[in-house]
């Protein structure tokens, strides 16, 4: 049972740590950094609810360890909204359409949308779309239906929505 | 914490991985992406004394050109590999697979080695290996060797690879320009195992088949390539192929189970129905070109 120190950077805030090398970094970033917009639910890779980015691409947390993140720039939920509170155009997308209800899901639906939007900024209204619902994929959401994230995805699709939104 | 302990260690190179392989007798686990491990090692259903990870080894990255064909390495990640110009241009059926393997979240993590290596019967990945004729590269401390993917599988999750073993690479042989891609498969959802599908290439010349290379994956306990299909196909004028019976001989030479989501019989009917689909598609796209 091999211990190791790693060192990364979570929305920007440089942290050290040892970690046994079985923690999952889902786990480390609640319990060992206190990030725990994280939510941690099946940690076998079906729900996606623990979808972080890790070096900008959206990943499992709960399925690499702690100890693979060493040197990794990671962003979690709770590093999407501007320091000012502004929120990032996938969390007012998802407000204004209530893509959300309990919200255990959203902390990872909304990182997804998030590297799917900024990888098809060039990308046309209906590539934009069809991107972001395949994505969608690997959530599952017991709550909305999917109808809200559904509309969310639609107001982040169509630049027109988007604007009103704002 | 959920898995059981284990120690970690981070080779740097393909020698170190193999001498760490070799001295820890059968209880050391290679981790590559771990999109499948980690769920394993979570659920306590693998419990490794040492983990490998692979991910620090630059010889086991990236895609390269090689004397008739393309050398996939397997640590290179599915959403990378997707992404590939090289892969794109020589191995379209690769491509069209690989779309279908997980979600966009694990293939950002997963990779092509880690599928090959792993043998997932319903998986896209070692059926596409198998289809396309694919040569598995695998070292230890005893030396190199290479096993034709057809070889490699053994049953589910069980291949020929030894315990001090490592894959180092998976070549794919060329085929021709413009050959023609099949795919098709059932699955719940997007991203999820299939419960039936089918990968493979066919080569046109004059009118006729001249060369096909198909697999099935989800249809038995390895990927199980269609070889009575492939027979019936080569040396066959296009005017004279009868897709559905074609498909029947392909249907013929799987070993499908029954299991929570699909009987047996399921995955024969559907299974038949989509093969005569593809082949449908895929030759008559090419005639109407």
Known sequence: MSEHAIELTVNGHRHAARVEARTSLGEFLREGLGYTGTHLACEHGVCGACTV??????????????????GAQVTTIEGLADDDGTLHPVQQAL?????????????????????VTRDNESAGEREM??????????????????????RAIRQLSNRKLAEVAE | MKPAPFDYVRPASIEEACRVLAESGGGATVIAGGQTLMPLLNLRMSQPFVLVDINAIPDLKGVTRVEG?????????????????TLA????????????????????????????ALGEPAAEMPATAVALGAM??????????????????????????????????????????GH?????????????FALVGLVGALVLEGGTVSRAGIAWFGMGPTPIRARQAEAALLGAALSGIDADAVARA?????????????????????????FARALRETLDLRSAA
């Not at chain 2, 293939?107 to 090959?116: E, P």
């Not at chain 2, 392909?250 to 989509?274: K, L, M, Q």
Request: hydrophobic share 40%; with cysteine; glycine share 10%.
């Open chain 1, 95 to 115: 407000k204004d359409n209530f893509g959300l209800q309990c919200g255990f899901c959203t902390p990872g639906v909304a990182i997804t949308l998030a590297c």
């Open chain 2, 136 to 177: 598995i590269e695998i070292a230890s401390t005893r030396g190199t060797r290479q096993v034709p993917a057809h070889e490699f599988y053994i049953g589910p999750y069980m291949t020929v690879l030894e315990p001090d073993e490592l894959v180092t690479g998976i070549v794919y042989p060329d085929w021709p320009d």
């Open chain 1, 129 to 150: 779309e069809d991107a972001l619902v395949t994505a969608m994929s690997g959530h599952i959401c017991r709550c909305t239906g999917y109808q809200g994230i559904r």
């Open chain 2, 250 to 274: 392909a249907v013929a030479d799987t070993a499908p189970f029954d299991d929570h989501h699909a009987s047996a019989e399921y995955r024969r009917t559907v299974g038949a129905r989509i």
């Open chain 1, 53 to 70: 980015m890790v070096d900008g691409a959206a990943m499992r947390s709960c399925l690499m360890l702690a100890v693979q993140a060493n």
């Open chain 2, 69 to 85: 064909g393309t050398r996939v390495g397997p640590a290179t990640r599915q959403a990378d590999a997707l992404r590939d110009r």
């Open chain 2, 180 to 192: 023609l891609v099949l795919f098709r498969e059932v699955a719940q959802r997007p991203g999820d």
């Open chain 2, 89 to 116: 241009r020589h191995l379209p059926a690769f491509i069209t697979a690989l779309g279908h393997v997980g979600h966009y979240q694990t293939r950002n993590r997963g990779t092509i080695g880690g599928s090959v």
